[in-house]
């Protein structure tokens, strides 16, 4: 018998469960059947609902609904999302430092694979000086053009591992910039 009076899952009586072993249906601790809530129609299911987050992040979309375009310039997002109203930098501090870690490993990722291909096709006489000159270009040229990915798959990310709530969707009543304001 498990914990609170659970038993192991079987379909009926006498059904063999795992390895041919005899077991009884689930009751609860009144003797009563026990049943599963079933599943929200509304919601996908969890493998194809964090794959949609990552296709929609490498889309430079909003990772929760698809919505876009949510970068003003190549590196600078929109506050929240223009189609589902989610803040995009969803009310920590630090929030972003994540993104770079992403952007430091894509950086490291790129640099392992390219010195590997480089010096298993050049090998047994690689060419110290461009594989020098090429790994500082690749190093500065890779986190910039990785940059706004990195911030989309963190968001997306942390959407998995902190679902969003009410909270992430209430956009901030501010004034334009460009407006001015009345004098008093």
Known sequence: MWR??????????????PREAACRPVVSEDDGPMTTPPASPDLPPPRRRVTSLFTRALRLRCP??????????WSHLVPNCPVCGLGLERG???????????NLMAME????????????????????????????????????????YSKTL?????????????????????????????QT
């Open 4 to 17: 609170a009076g659970w038993t192991r899952i079987c379909l009926s009586l006498g059904d063999p469960g």
């Open 64 to 73: 929760h609904c698809g919505g876009g375009p949510i970068f003003v310039t």
């Open 92 to 102: 920590e501090q630090g929030y972003w430092l994540g993104a770079y870690f992403f």
């Open 109 to 148: 990722t790129v640099f392992s694979i390219w010195v590997l291909a480089f010096l298993l096709e050049t090998w047994p006489n690689p060419p110290w000086d461009l594989l020098q000159a090429t790994t500082i270009a690749l190093m500065v040229v890779v986190p910039f053009a990785f940059f706004p």
């Open 154 to 182: 963190f968001l997306a990310f942390d959407l998995v591992v902190r679902p969003p709530t009410e909270e992430d969707f209430i956009v901030p009543h501010e004034e334009a910039w460009n407006i001015r304001r009345k």
